[in-house]
């Protein structure tokens, strides 16, 4: 299975490129105002190094959150219309699932500042995505739940969830931008 996962939801922007049992991979550009720019020339990179063009690629992975507002729809955007001119099969996920992933009992924790966090919590395979203050971390449901702290994308865990989800056969016709709560300009309306 060839596949492209981008991740463009944190400072950091990721693209992993999966080809022929070797793995391919760019994380860096922390400037989030140039992940737009950056996305389609490392991944033509990465295809490049692979030695695969685009209309290879079998599977396409996007996470869709949560994460800065704009970095969210720059890399769900990419990763419908590259689905959509390829006919390649689509695959949706978050980031705090990756930092879940293998693992029960536990909360993974995104620092929003100020005492804030995104969080997933898994109990007993169930998974809940909560927005938090830090006194909320005491409340006697959590407590006691493995806590991971979430800062950057990591390949391997991003690999190991769309693989998972395309042996599920949990695809997607389109991936959906997804906020945990709503923006500033919603909460307005």
Same mark, same amino acid.
């Not at 500042?113 to 006194?135: I, Q």
């Given at each position: 299975?060839?596949?492209?996962?981008?991740?463009?939801?944190?400072?950091?922007?990721?693209?992993? &490129?999966?080809?022929?049992?070797?793995?391919?991979?760019?994380?860096?550009?922390?400037?989030?105002?140039?992940?737009?720019?950056?996305?389609?020339?490392?991944?033509?990179?990465?295809?490049?190094?692979?030695?695969?063009?685009?209309?290879?690629? =079998? &599977?396409?992975?996007?996470?869709?959150?949560?994460?800065?507002?704009?970095?969210?729809?720059?890399? &769900?955007?990419? &990763?419908?219309?590259?689905?959509?001119?390829?006919?390649?099969?689509?695959?949706?996920?978050?980031?705090?699932?990756?930092?879940?992933?293998?693992? =029960?009992?536990?909360?993974?924790?995104? =620092?929003?500042?100020?005492?804030?966090?995104?969080?997933?919590?898994?109990?007993?395979?169930?998974?809940?995505?909560?927005?938090?203050?830090?006194? =909320?971390?005491?409340?006697?449901?959590?407590?006691?739940?493995?806590?991971?702290?979430?800062?950057?994308?990591?390949?391997?865990?991003?690999?190991?969830?769309?693989?998972?989800?395309?042996?599920?056969?949990?695809?997607?016709?389109?991936?959906?931008?997804?906020?945990?709560?709503?923006?500033?300009?919603?909460?307005?309306?």
């Amino acid at each position: 299975m060839n596949f492209l996962i981008i991740d463009a939801t944190q400072s950091e922007l990721m693209i992993v &490129v999966g080809c022929g049992g070797k793995r391919y991979e760019y994380s860096g550009n922390t400037n989030m105002r140039r992940h737009e720019s950056m996305i389609l020339c490392q991944t033509d990179e990465l295809l490049k190094k692979a030695g695969i063009g685009i209309t290879d690629i =079998d &599977v396409l992975g996007a996470v869709t959150g949560p994460g800065s507002f704009t970095g969210i729809r720059i890399g &769900v955007t990419a &990763v419908n219309a590259l689905a959509r001119a390829t006919g390649a099969k689509l695959v949706a996920f978050s980031g705090l699932e990756c930092a879940l992933y293998g693992m =029960d009992d536990a909360i993974a924790l995104m =620092d929003c500042k100020h005492g804030n966090y995104y969080a997933l919590a898994r109990v007993h395979g169930a998974d809940e995505y909560l927005a938090l203050n830090a006194g =909320d971390l005491s409340d006697p449901r959590l407590a006691p739940l493995k806590k991971v702290y979430y800062t950057s994308p990591d390949p391997d865990f991003a690999v190991k969830v769309l693989r998972q989800k395309v042996s599920e056969g949990d695809f997607k016709t389109l991936a959906a931008p997804f906020y945990i709560k709503k923006s500033s300009a919603e909460n307005e309306k």
